[in-house]
Nanobody
Framework: QVQLVESGGGLVQAGGSLRLSCAASGRTFSSYTMGWFRQAPGKEREFVATINWNGANTYYADSVKGRFTISRDNAENTLYLQMNSLKPEDTAVYYC?????????????????WGQGTQVTVSS
């Protein structure tokens, strides 16, 4: 089992950057595939990015590809999401999630553990 706590959200102007962190408790963080999802007001939660256990493989939603970078530090039990060139449409609550699965990782139902979320607001 793993507990997840996100941080790093806030208010930023369009074109700016933020780095989200997700601190994981437990000694098995490195065994999980990790993901970031987001939920904008009035919309369903959507996939943002995923990273495999050792960071060698990543995958991004088309809407963030080239602007966001997912990474992890297994020694520090921490997942990151570097967000650059932010747009107003990136405004959402961002969640980190952990899964023991290695397929169909764009589906939030494949993830077993979730953080409480952190708000990101991008002003125009």
């Amino acid at each position: 089992q793993v507990q997840l706590v996100e941080s790093g959200g806030g208010l930023v102007q369009a074109g700016g950057s933020l780095r989200l962190s997700c601190a994981a408790s437990g000694r098995t963080f490195s065994s999980y595939t990790m993901g970031w999802f987001r939920q904008a007001p009035g919309k369903e939660r959507e996939f943002v990015a995923t990273i495999n256990w050792n960071g060698a493989n990543t995958y991004y939603a088309d809407s963030v590809k080239g602007r966001f970078t997912i990474s992890r530090d297994n020694a520090e039990n921490t997942l990151y999401l570097q967000m650059n060139s932010l747009k107003p449409e990136d405004t959402a609550v961002y969640y980190c999630a952990a899964t023991g699965h290695i397929r169909r990782l764009l589906d939030e139902r494949r993830y077993d553990y979730w953080g409480q979320g952190t708000q990101v607001t991008v002003s125009s």
